[in-house]
């Protein structure tokens, strides 16, 4: 059975870090690209990043360019989240996933796998 397990998530200040991890289990994803999409309340989930199956190349939403770093180890089947800067509209469910393809896609059909999510609140 596939797993997609995030954690790291939790409430900080604006201005402050986190860094989110997702573990995954079941079977191995080093050759899919993986991502993440985040939901606010009342609000679409939306994609913030996506890494290639070689953890070389991503591409992240504009809301989050430089300030949001993608990163996965193939070996520990895990993929992580650095946040930093971080914003009140930062504040959302966070959840990853991992897509059909090697190369990461924007839109949410296009992943197979999700975790449950970690919610992270940002206060001001």
């Known amino acids: 059975q596939v797993q997609l397990v995030e954690s790291g998530g939790g409430l900080v200040q604006a201005g402050g870090s986190l860094r989110l991890s997702c573990a995954a289990s079941?079977?191995?994803?080093?050759?899919?690209?993986m991502g993440w999409f985040r939901q606010a309340p009342g609000k679409e989930r939306e994609f913030v990043t996506g890494?290639?199956?070689?953890?070389?190349?991503?591409l992240y939403a504009g809301s989050v360019k430089g300030r949001f770093t993608i990163s996965r180890d193939n070996a520990k089947n895990t993929v992580y989240l650095q946040m930093n800067s971080l914003k009140p509209e930062d504040t959302a469910v966070y959840y990853c996933?991992?897509?059909?393809?090697?190369?990461?896609?924007?839109?949410?059909?296009?992943?197979?796998?999700w975790g449950q999510g970690t919610q992270v609140t940002v206060s001001s």
């Open positions: 079941g079977r191995t994803f080093s050759s899919y690209a």
């Open positions: 996933a991992v897509a059909r393809s090697s190369r990461p896609p924007t839109v949410r059909n296009a992943y197979d796998y």
């Open positions: 890494i290639n199956w070689s953890g070389d190349s991503s």
